[in-house]
């Protein structure tokens, strides 16, 4: 069965620093593996989707990096900023699970101004 | 272009009334999801459908009973509320397939409270 484990399950850092968000998964047979971020009281909006012949992706200020031999994903994000404080949670979609994702538990992460 | 849109979006139950979320998406997806999630855990599949009139279990269907009678709707319904169901209700959408592309959109939530 597969398992995502996301740690730590809260970070804090100045605003201006990198953030880098872990994220690492049992079984290496996945389609892809998607990064999430929720905000207090909302749904969750997708931010970067890496499929499983892919290496990473980036959008902006956010690189997500996948290597699926050792079952880890990397976030960054890059000068992070207060409007970065969210939650930010790590899926992935398992071959064996058809179109079901199995999530983490996220990473709760405040920028303090 | 509402995409995926939940009712209500805050309910308080006693112990033991039933009551139905229903969740709307307007982007033509096959497949639907329901899921819960409690702190720290992430989210949960409870039960999800791959097409209008289907429905199948998740990883935690217990206590819960789901429909999909037209395919822009997928109810879930709690026959006999307990404490242990009081979490926040997620349903999403997608349109499915194998090419490691699809994602799932999700709606805003439902927060319960069983007391």
């Known amino acids: 069965k597969q398992e995502v484990t996301q740690i730590p399950a809260a970070l804090s850092v100045p605003e201006g620093e990198n953030l880098v968000l872990n994220c690492s998964f049992t079984?290496?047979?996945?389609?892809?593996l998607q990064w999430f971020r929720q905000d207090p009281g909302k749904g969750l909006t997708s931010l970067l989707l890496i499929q499983s012949s892919q290496r990473e992706q980036t959008s902006g200020r956010l690189n997500a990096s996948l290597d699926k031999s050792s079952g880890r994903s990397t976030l960054y994000i890059a000068a992070s900023q207060p409007g970065d404080s969210a939650t930010y949670l790590c899926?992935?979609?398992?071959?064996?699970?058809?179109?079901?994702?199995?999530f983490g538990g996220g990473t709760r992460v405040l920028v303090k101004p | 272009n509402a995409g995926v849109t939940q009712t209500p979006k805050f309910r308080v139950l006693k112990t033991g009334q039933s009551m139905t979320l229903l969740c709307a998406q307007d982007?033509?997806?096959?497949?639907m999801y329901w899921y819960r999630q409690d702190p720290g855990m992430g989210l949960r599949l409870i039960h999800y459908?791959?097409?209008?009139?289907?429905?199948a279990k998740g990883e935690v269907p217990d206590g819960y009973n789901v429909s999909r009678l037209k395919k822009q709707n997928f109810l879930l319904g709690l026959e006999s509320a307990a404490p242990s169901q009081t979490s926040v209700y997620f349903c999403?959408?997608?349109?499915?397939?194998?090419?490691?592309?699809?994602?799932?959109?999700f709606g805003p939530g439902t927060r319960l409270l069983v007391l």
């Open positions: 982007m033509n997806h096959e497949y």
């Open positions: 079984d290496s047979a996945i389609y892809n």
């Open positions: 459908s791959v097409g209008e009139g289907t429905t």
């Open positions: 899926a992935v979609r398992p071959v064996a699970a058809g179109n079901k994702l199995t």
């Open positions: 999403a959408s997608s349109r499915g397939g194998t090419s490691g592309t699809e994602t799932q959109y």
